[in-house]
């Protein structure tokens, strides 16, 4: 039997149990973030539980949040109705090891060295300034003396009911002697929604989560849209180009990759048994200095258009290599010489593209027709430089340091944050010139199953290190970090000129500065209720 030819037999995952943030994640334009700090002493903290108990009804599960994400795809035309829908809100709970211990005594057996150290020792590993606004003195949130113990996200498609909701569990959190150490809201931006502060359309390439919401053969978790005769595109990608990853990826206890993409391999560890269903959130609070970050591409892209082959290069031009993507989303790989609309914002387009290898038409389930240039073969890094920010992430079909392209699949995580701050009217303003530096950036929240081999790889190992995932290379100028003794923070990459001419781009300006964040366990709805609560 040719196993290509049939869709492999995916979980029926507890969508009851699994919080929503988790499957399919929260993908909301308003969200507000809760840091809290439980209290000491048997009496408060029984108190604490009595708390977490009462509110794990109202936590969003995977079977709200997926249900929420269909009615979405569909959304009404009758006003009543999509009125309801607007004003739906969604919770979500997570705890930090210390609150853990102050709530389960056998969360000391959690094995996660990165979860159990916390953000604040674990950022040094991530390359993090040792001084100035990024440096742990100077963090908004979760530095060090100031670790969250919880954190409560709560979501929605309008503000004023997410304030709402927010401020009252604010109120019946306080009324239960739970500090209250941080409050901040995201939003999407109102002058171009979905695109993050540098202009960016961000969560392109969010893999897809396999698993099913009922016995139903084909209730999909995350809709297939490749007609099924086109295997193996039609059971490895959900849109064209969107990995499917076995849900362990995210969910502890659930079955994790295999060398084969198409198996699953064993369930990922979840000790004690109460961590089943649960999953690692990570939070930091990353302020983006829009204005060094365009002036920056500007004066690089002025002296770059002097040489050979990059003759009439601008800063966007030059800003696309170094994400791999046009603002529009438009990937550099299918229009290497200029933005495109239309591409960057069709699903069925966007992420179809490959790096070592050409890519060709697939038959989408819809009709729809991808007439955009297909990506060409690209190993050595000419049109998508090896350093752009969605290689070092990605690496799609390419092998890397970790062995072949299957590899990718470990380490592939959901982001779930949101821009927060109010967008900069002008892109090439200096700090003098901007009230509001330091209040303008990306609450990243990221869903993973392990924070070592997940985040902590992906920034520390591939896009803080200049000979990796592969060469020819260089660092993530975009957002990773360099702290290697005597080279001054300074991140370099190549890129290529119209006829394969190299040049190295370099710059100590720091333009994501980290202020804050934490480490957190997003436990099952059961455990929340049961084992934390209770």
């Given at each position: ?37 439980f ?21 969003s ?10 009615r979405h ?20 709970v ?14 000391s ?16 590993l991530?390359?993090?300034?040792h ?17 969250l ?41 109102s ?26 053969v ?23 180009g ?8 995210l ?15 064993l369930p ?40 050979l ?6 800063d ?5 290599r ?12 299918r ?6 609309l239309?591409?960057g914002?069709?699903h ?22 991808d ?20 290689r ?33 009217d ?67 990459c ?9 040049a190295?781009v ?29």
């Amino acid at each position: 039997m040719n196993k290509t030819n049939y869709p492999p037999l995916e979980p029926v995952l507890p969508m009851r149990e699994i919080q929503g943030i988790v499957v399919p994640g929260f993908l909301k334009p308003h969200q507000t973030l809760v840091g809290v700090r439980f209290p000491l002493g048997s009496k408060a903290i029984l108190n604490v539980k009595k708390f977490l108990a009462r509110i794990a009804d109202d936590v969003s599960t995977a079977e709200q949040t997926l249900l929420d994400r269909r009615r979405h795809r569909n959304m009404p035309r009758d006003p009543q109705q999509s009125s309801e829908f607007t004003s739906e809100v969604m919770l979500a709970v997570a705890v930090s090891y210390s609150g853990l211990c102050k709530l389960a005594p056998d969360a000391s057996l959690m094995s996660s060295e990165a979860f159990r150290a916390g953000l604040v020792t674990r950022s040094r590993l991530l390359g993090d300034p040792h001084d100035g606004p990024g440096s742990l003195p100077s963090w908004v949130v979760g530095g060090p003396g100031k670790e969250l113990d919880g954190l409560f996200v709560v979501a929605g498609n309008n503000r004023i009911k997410v304030s709402e909701r927010a401020k009252g569990l604010v109120r019946e959190a306080t009324s239960t002697s739970i500090e209250i150490l941080y409050c901040e809201d995201g939003d999407v931006r109102s002058d171009f929604p979905g695109r993050e502060h540098f202009g960016f359309n961000d969560g392109v390439s969010q893999p897809g989560i396999r698993g099913r919401a009922s016995n139903k053969v084909d209730d999909y978790i995350t809709p297939r849209h490749i007609v099924s005769n086109q295997a193996p595109a039609a059971y490895l990608f959900g849109y064209p180009g969107q990995d499917l990853v076995w849900p362990g990826v995210l969910v502890l206890g659930q079955p994790g990759p295999s060398p084969d993409p198409l198996f699953p391999g064993l369930p990922t560890s979840a000790l004690p048994n109460w961590t089943t269903n649960g999953s690692f959130l990570v939070f930091r609070r990353l302020v983006q200095d829009v204005g060094l970050f365009w002036r920056t591409m500007r004066r690089i892209a002025q002296d770059l258009s002097k040489k050979l082959g990059f003759e009439g290069i601008d800063d966007t031009w030059l800003a696309a290599r170094l994400v791999g993507r046009w603002q529009s989303g438009a990937p550099v790989n299918r229009v290497p010489n200029g933005d495109n609309l239309d591409l960057g914002h069709s699903h069925y387009a966007n992420n179809h593209f490959r790096f070592d290898s050409d890519c060709g038409k697939l038959e989408i389930v819809s009709g729809y027709k991808d007439n955009f240039p297909m990506s060409v073969a690209d190993p050595a890094g000419m049109t998508c430089p090896w350093a752009a920010h969605i290689r070092k992430l990605n690496t799609r079909d390419s092998g890397s340091d970790t062995g072949g392209r299957d590899s990718t699949y470990l380490r592939r995580l959901l982001r779930v944050g949101v821009p927060f701050g109010p967008p900069l009217d002008d892109p090439y303003a200096r700090r003098n010139q901007d009230t509001n530096f330091c209040k303008r950036g990306l609450l990243f929240l990221s869903i993973q199953a392990s924070i070592e081999d997940q985040f902590e790889f992906l920034v520390a190992r591939w896009m803080g290190d200049p000979s990796r995932p592969k060469m020819p290379g260089g660092h993530d100028i975009l957002t990773g970090q360099n702290d290697a003794l005597g080279e001054n923070r300074v991140r370099r990459c190549v890129i290529f000129g119209a006829d394969a001419q190299q040049a190295e781009v370099s710059t100590d300006a720091q333009w994501i500065i980290p202020t804050g964040g934490g480490y957190f366990f997003v436990p099952s709805i059961s455990a929340l209720r049961d084992v934390l609560g209770g």
